[in-house]
């Protein structure tokens, strides 16, 4: 991105959990771009960034990730708020000051100053683990006995709302289609798979219905072609 926050930003994404290849990859951009551009640097502050959180290093590594079975337990806040012991953050779906939408969460750096770069990514790999082992025994949890019966009402509600709703909104659409993702991920036999629930989550945000209407859709048509698409998508499955 250019002229965004800073003069460059400079981004990578990979699927899965991959910081340092993805690391790896910007910073071969990084050294290329040095060669031609004078960026703003001290040797005691780093990078002289718009924003003092990204003084230093100037990077932000994340890692979202999908917990919803710490969310139901209400585990969640708890453990996320330890993070900041290892000088991490976790944030809404779409980063900074967003709210956490379909139990997506997006682990990051606190800060680029006062740590290296492979200390910054040591730190979000041992405590990404630690979250995702933490969101695997709160799965088990919800699958274990009477919990069962209930976590299976619960998704299966949210198939038929999918299924059925003639309007929906976005953020009742993610957190039904986070049951479903739930489900899939534990290897249930339900009516969709996770690429199509993948490509919902995205297709199903404000804009991307704009661009399928081909214009700017008030609030109750947007629901409406919301719940249109996902109806119809879920049948083609």
């Given amino acids: 991105m250019v002229n965004e926050e800073d003069h460059l930003r400079l981004a990578v994404l990979l699927p899965g959990m991959q910081p340092r290849e993805a690391h790896a990859a910007v910073d071969r951009l990084d050294d290329g771009l040095s060669a031609w551009l004078d960026f703003a640097f001290r040797d005691d502050l780093g990078y002289l960034t718009a924003c003092p959180t990204n003084l230093g290093t100037g990077m932000r590594a994340s890692c979202l990730v999908h917990l919803p079975a710490l969310t139901m337990t209400g585990a969640a806040p708890k453990l996320l708020e330890g993070l900041s012991r290892a000088g991490l953050i976790a944030r809404g779906l779409h980063g900074e000051g967003t709210r956490v939408i379909g139990d997506f969460f997006q682990i990051s750096n606190a800060t680029g100053f006062g740590r290296t770069e492979g200390e910054i990514l040591a730190a979000l790999e041992r405590s990404v683990e630690a979250v995702v082992a933490r969101e695997s025994e709160a799965r088990a949890a919800l699958c274990a006995g009477s919990a069962k019966l209930k976590l299976e009402d619960e998704l299966h509600r949210s198939l038929g709302a999918l299924g059925s709703a003639r309007l929906l909104p976005f953020e009742e659409c993610q957190h039904h289609l986070s049951r479903v993702r739930l489900g899939l ?45 996902v109806r119809r998508r879920l049948k083609a499955s």
């Fill in 185 to 229: 991920a534990m290897g249930w036999k339900l009516p969709s798979d996770l690429s199509v629930v993948n490509e919902l989550t995205l297709s199903t945000q404000n804009a991307h219905l704009d661009l399928l209407a081909e214009k700017e859709l008030n609030a109750m048509d947007r629901d409406a072609l919301r719940a249109s698409l």
